[in-house]
């Protein structure tokens, strides 16, 4: 309600800025479907360092109908899964990595067609080309622009990767 977000806002100004306070903020806006509010505290509460649980960022993208916005939280929590997997794989917990492995493949289902390799690599290249990019000092303008227009399909570690290789060989 209003009041109890009135409240929150006087914690921020007083200096409160724990992600707490943040979480209830964004749900509040969320639930009055206020989705430009809730993205603004997202913001905020990621420019403070804070993670806030990645359904908060979901519901934003799906209630703004951002397209990319839902691509990056799709493509940062199989990120975290991957990492799991490995983590669990590596402390014998098969069944764990298993688990993880399956929600990835759930996830993926709602991410656009990734490029694989072979165009991934072709659209990088075309990238280096146009920006006339020769070594890795360059690799930020490079990423810049593989980011703008190939985001939804090509993961961004693996589109870090290809870059890396394309521009040491």
Request: a negative charge; hydrophobic letters at 45%.
């Amino acid at each position: 309600d209003k009041a109890g977000d009135q409240v929150l806002q006087d914690m921020l100004a007083l200096g409160y800025t724990d992600a707490d306070v943040y979480e209830k903020l964004v749900a509040s806006s969320l639930a009055q479907e206020k989705f430009d509010a809730a993205r603004d505290w997202l913001s905020r509460a990621e420019a403070h360092g804070h993670s806030l649980p990645a359904y908060l960022s979901l519901a934003v993208a799906l209630g703004l109908n951002d397209q990319p916005m839902l691509t990056e939280v799709l493509q940062k929590m199989i990120k975290q899964r991957r990492e799991s997997v490995v983590l669990y794989r590596q402390g014998n917990r098969e069944e764990l990595a298993a688990a993880e492995e399956a929600e990835i493949a759930v996830i993926e289902r709602f991410l656009p067609t990734q490029m694989d390799d072979a165009e991934a690599t072709v659209a990088i290249q075309a990238i280096i080309a146009e920006t006339g990019a020769a070594s890795m000092k360059d690799m930020g303008k490079v990423m810049a622009l593989v980011k703008e227009r190939h985001a939804s399909s090509i993961e961004p570690a693996r589109a870090s990767a290809l870059v890396k290789a394309a521009l040491a060989g």
